[in-house]
């Protein structure tokens, strides 16, 4: 998706799921500290969309392997690996959820 593309959403909204539309608030980089399974390790994800009317953060799995990353899911959880198959984050599922493992919080 192009820059445009990105503005022009943000302009109109994201539509959810179940086909509510919600506004973006801001558009930013979020940085966490990952739990990749062995260590600790900083993570950025590069233009987030900030919405403030959701309880709950979000992250879209094409997104994540429009970055170039492979998204393995199982009944336990998901794994995010690389090109070199290094494992750069884990998600463990809680409910009908699954959770970034990180050092500090879970996030969505």
Same mark, same amino acid.
């Given at each position: ?5 990105? *503005? ?5 909204? &994201? ?6 539309? #919600?506004? #973006?608030? $801001? ?7 990952? /739990? ?7 993570? $950025?994800?590069?233009?987030? @969309?900030?919405?403030?009317? @959701?309880?709950?953060? @979000?992250?879209? +799995? $094409?997104? &994540? ?5 492979? +998204? &393995? *899911? !199982?009944? !336990?959880?998901? *794994?995010? =690996? ?13 409910? /009908?959820? *699954?959770? @970034?493992?990180?050092? !500090? =919080?879970? +996030? &969505?």
């Amino acid at each position: 998706m192009c820059n445009q593309d990105i *503005l022009k959403q943000i302009q109109n909204g &994201i539509k959810l799921a179940n086909e509510a539309m #919600v506004q #973006v608030t $801001t558009k930013e980089n979020v940085n966490i500290i990952a /739990d990749n399974g062995e260590k600790s390790i900083p993570y $950025t994800f590069t233009n987030i @969309l900030h919405i403030s009317s @959701l309880h709950t953060n @979000l992250l879209s +799995v $094409t997104k &994540i392997v429009d970055k170039d990353l492979d +998204v &393995i *899911l !199982n009944k !336990n959880g998901a *794994l995010i =690996k690389d090109n070199s198959r290094n494992i750069k984050l884990i998600a463990d599922r809680k409910g /009908d959820l *699954l959770y @970034l493992r990180k050092r !500090n =919080k879970n +996030v &969505i």
